[in-house]
């Protein structure tokens, strides 16, 4: 079989998003470089609530890899970091490539990334499959934007994460839209908060 991870770094390196959406969004070992893979539509959706909702950079936390965050700044120009927690794993030789420059952290959230969190109202935070309830907390407590973004599995997909898109986040935030990805019960959900 192709290595996944071979293929999608080549693609990386011509700037070949497109694709890398369109032929391993299906692919049997695509969780070792990306959870899930969005559409062109999907990018778009995105690219547009970025501009009603008057936001000017996204910042993604537990990004993984970094390829979801470099394929929406390539697909819609903005830019995208990415927070992960710092460990052995990403030292090790079996870990993935990256696509971005990643900021580490340790558990207990760095002063410097309490500062980024507080930096300005105009910063989307992601979550991409995220796993980790408390940590999910408390980047929001210290958030000081008005828009969160969280993609992951719908009820009735058989995958848990934490947050979900829906049900996982606090009255004070509203749901301004969403979309899902394709009919993979995964979905893109924004909210804002007055
Ligand atoms: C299931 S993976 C998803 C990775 C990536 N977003 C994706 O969709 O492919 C969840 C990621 O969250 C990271 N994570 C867990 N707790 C975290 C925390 N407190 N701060 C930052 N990242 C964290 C994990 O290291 C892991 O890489």
Redesign the pocket.
Known sequence: MEDIVEAVTSLYKQGDWKTIVANYRSHPQR?K????FPTEENFEFIANCMVQLNCETIL??????G??EWMITEATGYHVSG???D?A?WRCKYAPPTFIPIIF?A?K?DEAIITLLGSSSQIALL??????GP?FK??LDKFVGKVLII?GPADGKGVH?DPRPFGDVSEEWILHDSQEVETSKDYIAVYYRK
């Open positions: 969780n470089v990306l959870w899930v993604s936390i537990g990004c993984g890899s390829l979801l927070i992960e927690v460990g794993w952290t558990q959230l979550f991409c499959y995220f796993n980790n940590a408390e980047y993609i994460t």
